[in-house]
């Protein structure tokens, strides 16, 4: 419904009485918005005038395209999908996570990070041992494939084609395993995704509620 | 079933259905509002991708205002959408459907707002960029702005309200709900919705004359010319 008015309102009186008064809802003072946001520019300074918030109705709009809306669904059916797999028991999680296939887990992986409960948890834990993994991993100690040992505690499973022993030994001369944190967690993941000149192991705990 | 939508819309609130292809969505975008929240209790998620479709637009437009950034207001209202269909069993229908959802963005974009007041960026650059513009102009500073420069000076001046007079001035003088709506979504009385619009007002023009002294000698000018 529209209430522009024929002729330009009386600004400097409506913004008077509509501060005065408790009505906000003047037919009046609509029909001089719709005046107003109609582009009239014979009175805009004067609304300016009566009152300067008035400017705000210009303030930038954001109306999304076709496609930012479709990505958004994407990604709203996405988060209910992690927070089905988060809502799992852990016999049912277990496949989605400790299989013995072979690299074709990478939506697993997607699906354990997208966690909207506790994402900024998930965040923090994963980088962390992520970064500690990488600075041991990075070491500067030559790079020849170190013999895979892997920690008895660390009931762990990569998703790469290297196991997390080799890391637990690339920094040792001796080449006893580098203990970085005891892995008695039955929940513990590790992640290793192997890049030319940089190697990823993410270790993910999902009973470490940071 | 269009009427009905339009009927349960009350006066002054914004138009929120978003013009995608009808064909594109036979079937639920015949549900009115309530019809869709009571699919989405039943279970049914594609109703959700229909309220997404209609309501996207409005309420990335309200995160947006209240947070002044296009990605962090997508990311509020995705988060917004999925809080939407994770309590879709707490939704009310003796209230409005519209009234809920705006509730769930505005508290989130609030929240995201709180969170991210010790770093946020300095506004200076902005500041002097606007002071820039408005050399150029001088009188009619305000009409001459864009729409991005008025974004920008409302995310400035903004940072002096408190949290609930921005959600009252944006959900109230931008957006265009009734004071009863607004306050069910900011939970507190109408006659506190019309103190915290009065207040929010005072402290933005104050702010503004302050800030922005060539708009504040733009608009002695004009009273002036009309003075005589």
């Known amino acids: 419904m529209s209430h522009r008015p024929s002729r330009c309102p009386d600004w400097r009186t409506l913004a008077a009485t509509r501060d005065e008064r408790d009505d906000l809802h003047g037919d009046a003072w609509f029909a001089a918005l719709d005046h107003l946001d109609g582009g009239c520019r014979a009175c805009r300074d004067a609304a300016y005038a009566a009152d300067p918030t008035l400017v705000f109705r210009r303030a930038a709009a954001y109306e999304p395209t076709a496609a930012e809306v479709t990505d958004l669904a994407a990604s709203v059916r996405a988060m209910i999908r992690a927070g089905r797999v988060e809502e799992l028991p852990a016999s049912d999680f277990d496949h989605l996570t400790r299989t013995e296939e072979p690299v074709a887990a990478p939506a697993p992986i997607a699906e354990l990070v997208v966690r909207p409960r506790r994402v900024l948890g998930w965040r923090v834990a994963s980088l962390a041992a992520g970064l500690v993994a990488l600075l041991v991993a990075t070491a500067p100690v030559d790079h020849e494939p170190a013999p895979t040992t892997v920690a008895a505690s660390a009931p762990a499973v990569a998703y790469g084609t290297e196991f997390v022993g080799a890391l637990l030994t690339a920094g040792s001369s001796t080449g006893d395993p580098v203990e970085i944190e005891t892995l008695d967690r039955p929940t513990a993941n590790v992640y290793q995704f192997d890049d030319p000149g940089m190697d990823v192991v993410l270790i993910v705990d999902a009973g470490l509620d940071v | ?228």
């Open chain 2, 1 to 228: 079933m269009q009427d009905d939508e339009e009927q349960e819309t009350p006066t002054g609130m914004p138009e929120l259905v978003y013009s995608a292809p009808r064909e594109a969505r036979p079937v639920w975008a015949e549900k009115n509002d309530r019809e869709l929240l009571a699919a989405l209790q039943a279970g049914q998620e594609a109703a959700l991708d229909e309220l997404i479709t209609r309501k996207s637009g409005p309420l990335l437009q309200l995160a947006y205002r209240i947070l002044g950034d296009r990605e962090e207001a997508r990311d509020v209202v995705q988060v917004a959408f999925f809080r939407i269909w994770e309590h879709r069993a707490r939704f009310d229908d003796r209230f409005s459907p519209n009234t809920w959802i705006y509730r769930i963005v505005n508290n989130l974009a609030i929240d995201h707002l709180r969170s991210r007041q010790s770093r946020e960026r300095s506004v200076e650059p902005v500041r002097q960029h606007l002071r820039q513009v408005a050399d150029g102009r001088s009188h009619g500073f305000l009409a001459g702005l864009q729409g991005g420069e008025v974004m920008a000076i409302f995310k400035e001046l903004a940072a002096e309200l408190t949290e609930k007079q921005r959600s009252v001035f944006l959900l109230r003088e931008l957006e265009g709900l009734s004071s009863q709506e607004v306050a069910e979504i900011v939970g507190c009385q109408e006659s506190t919705v019309r103190n915290h619009l009065f207040n929010a007002r005072r402290v933005l023009r104050k702010a503004l004359v302050e800030r922005y002294p060539e708009y504040a000698g733009a608009f002695a000018g004009l009273g002036a010319k009309e003075d005589a």
